[in-house]
Each structure stands twice: as C-alpha cells, then as structure tokens.
C-alpha cells in the first residue's frame, strides 16, 4: 500500500467513525489589486471587505507582488490584516513552478521576495499559495520546495474546491465596461451556479477520495465579480445549509497536510488525490475557459468579440 493509501484510509476511519460534520466551507483570495494599474482597485477591494464583514466571514488574502505591486496595492492588504483577516505568500513574481523555465532556485526567490514584503502584516501567517496550484514538473522541484517550506517554517495553502472565477470575471469585466449591465447581472447569476456546482464536485469528489466531506477551501480572486458577487454567493451557499469557518480552522483538516505524489503536482488537493488514487475521468487543466466558454454562449453572454 502505498504512502497516499495509507493515509487517506486512516483519515477515512478516523471521520467516518466519528460524528457526522456539517458541510463547512473557508473563503481564500488570491493576488490582491493594484490602484496604480487598476483604476477601481480601491472601491472593489473595499467592497470585498465590506461584504465580508457584513457575512461576519473570516477569510485569508494572498497576494502577488507582481499583481498587487509594492506600493499602493500593499496598503490595500493591510486593509484585509486591519480587518482581521489573514495574510499568505503567493510569491513576488506569479512564475508557475510547472513551467519548464523556472528553476527550483528563481521559484525559491519569488517566494522569498514575497515574505519579505507581506511578513510585516499583523496577520501575516507562513503559508505559500502556489501560482496556478502549480506544485512542480518534476520531482526534483517538487520535492526540493517541499524541503525549503519545512526547513523555513511554512506550510502550504491547498484549496479543495477550485473554480474559474478569473474566466468569469473576464465576461463580466467586458459587459460592465462596455455598460451593458443586464447582461453583467446574467454573468453574475451564472458565476455564482458555477461555483454551486464546483463546489457539488469536489465535494462528491473528496468522498470517493477520502469517504467523508472535509472542511473545504474555495480559491477565489480578489477582483470585479467578486467584489459584485459576493453576498449573493455566500447567500446561495448559506441557503444549502454550507456553514463557513474561517481558513485558520479550515487548513487544520489533515487533508491539506497530505503530500501527494503525482507529477505534475499541484491542482486542488482532492483532485491531486484522485488522480494518484487512479480515479478516471478528471478534466485537465482542472479549471480552464476550455469548459466554461461553451456554457456561456449558449446563454448569449460572451462578447461580441469572443463569440465569434
């Protein structure tokens, strides 16, 4: 039995012999915003916040320092460690570990650059969200970061359910700025469907892999849909009976400690699971316009310019 059989069984048993866990869910966001480069930067980061505290949520933010900048956009993070919500590394850089072109050595720097600039926050907490959950091509370099977190205190940040708001937020960005608000308002209203049945997914999926529902963790943006969506999302999901819990109480669910071996490594950890469980039929890229695109114009919701 290998090592992954292991210790999925003996999370298994240890759930499954227990009392039975209500559907709970933690809310991360990644990149962070740029007033110099982003002229609403502010206002949507703000809004964000807002919506959040208005939920009473407790969430975490990673930020990039190639998306989030060094100056303004850091003071935008402090406004999330200010709030009470945590602070991770998601590098300075956005290289992807799984791309040829980076090396072990300039992926370490990137994650570097990061701590030294967001380790000053008062909420700041050792976990690295990797760029694209991309977690190395090849053993060595999955391997050798592995080491470097344990040897330099951090841990890694796993999501669960991944999803592609980054895509939607494209669509609905295009109709907001082109003033075709109906059209925002269709966008917004399928978004939110289409994280209700991600998150069905992964949760379905995470009990083949694990046999139980795990306390879960959504990647999300911090960006313009999310900023208008947001209360009515954690409304849908509310209205499903899911509970949230902040990422703190959520990462202390022994499936976001597990290192699973496959190559190339990364993704959401359940489907990480899945696919070294030899579990079939799992699209790849796990999340990716390829899927959505159709969805989208068949509702008439693409722009002029990407339905043709």
């Keep these: 039995m290998t090592f992954l059989s292991r210790a999925l069984s003996t999370l298994s048993f240890v759930f499954l012999s227990s009392s039975g866990l209500a559907q709970t869910l933690s809310l991360t966001f990644d990149d962070g915003l740029n007033p110099d480069t982003q002229p609403r930067a502010r206002e949507w980061n703000q809004q964000i916040l807002s919506h959040l505290e208005q939920a009473n949520i407790s969430a975490m933010v990673f930020p990039s320092l190639a998306r989030s900048g060094t100056g303004t956009g850091l003071e935008l993070v402090m406004d999330w460690a200010k709030a009470g919500h945590a602070v991770g590394n998601h590098t300075s850089r956005h290289r ?41 091509d090849t053993a060595e370099k999955r391997d050798g970061m592995r080491a470097w977190m344990a040897a330099n205190g951090y841990r890694a940040a796993p999501v669960s359910i991944d999803a592609s708001d980054w895509y939607y937020n494209q669509i609905y960005a295009a109709h907001s700025k082109s003033g075709e608000q109906a059209k925002a308002a269709q966008v917004k ?5 289409h994280l209700l049945d991600r998150a069905s997914y992964y949760d ?8 139980r529902s795990p306390m879960h963790v959504m990647l999300l943006h911090t960006n313009e849909i999310n900023a208008a969506a947001l209360p009515d999302m954690v409304a849908a999901f509310r209205a499903l009976g899911c509970r949230f819990v902040s990422p703190g109480t959520a990462f202390g669910d022994p499936v976001y400690s597990l290192q699973i071996d496959t190559l190339p490594a990364g993704e959401s950890v359940i489907w990480a699971g899945a696919k070294a469980m030899g579990i079939s039929a799992l699209r790849y890229p796990a999340e990716d316009s390829v899927y959505e695109e159709p969805k989208l114009r068949s509702l008439s919701l693409l722009p002029q310019a990407s339905s043709k």
């Design 96 to 136: 992807s570990l799984a791309s040829a072109q980076v090396t072990l050595t300039e992926f370490v720097q990137d994650v570097a650059e990061g701590d030294a600039a967001l380790r000053r926050f008062p909420t700041w907490v050792p976990m690295l969200r990797f760029p694209y959950l991309k977690e190395g």
């Design 189 to 193: 209203k399928a978004y939110i469907a």
């Design 204 to 211: 379905g999926l995470a009990k083949q892999v694990l046999g």
